[in-house]
């Protein structure tokens, strides 16, 4: 369910179906031929500065993105962090990161309609 590589990661950069922007990160996505969505993270120690910060907010969307997965089309989706990522509470993150999924998910209800047979 994640991304784990450069070869897996690389397509959903090169050309990204959807980006969604939000406060303190960047989400690309990309369909896939797969039967579910998998997960990758880009969390820099540029953008976050402690460790302990980059693994609370790993966890924090790790365990989001387990409890919405079935919600959201066969993708798969980066996650980038940009400055002020660490600033945000575990509450403010989960609001966020609910407010990135849904407008995902209704960004690729249009598309989906489309690609379906």
């Known amino acids: 369910m994640r ?3 450069q070869q897996q990661f690389q397509p959903v950069f090169d050309s990204a179906d959807l ?3 939000a406060q303190g990160f960047l989400l690309l996505s990309r369909y896939s031929q797969l039967e579910h969505s998998r997960l990758g993270l ?4 540029k ?3 402690l460790a302990v910060q980059r693994n609370r907010i790993k966890r924090q969307i790790r365990e989001h993105f387990r409890k919405t997965q ?3 089309p066969a993708m798969d989706i980066v996650i980038i962090a ?4 660490d600033t945000q509470t575990n509450q403010e993150l989960q609001t966020t990161l ?3 999924w849904q407008r995902l998910h209704k960004l690729s209800a249009p598309k989906q309609t489309l ?3």
């Open 98 to 100: 609910a407010k990135a």
């Open 42 to 45: 880009v969390i820099g120690k």
């Open 70 to 72: 079935a919600q959201l």
């Open 3 to 5: 991304l784990l590589n």
């Open 82 to 85: 940009r400055k002020g990522l």
């Open 115 to 117: 690609l379906q047979p």
């Open 19 to 21: 980006r969604v922007s």
């Open 47 to 49: 953008n976050v500065k």
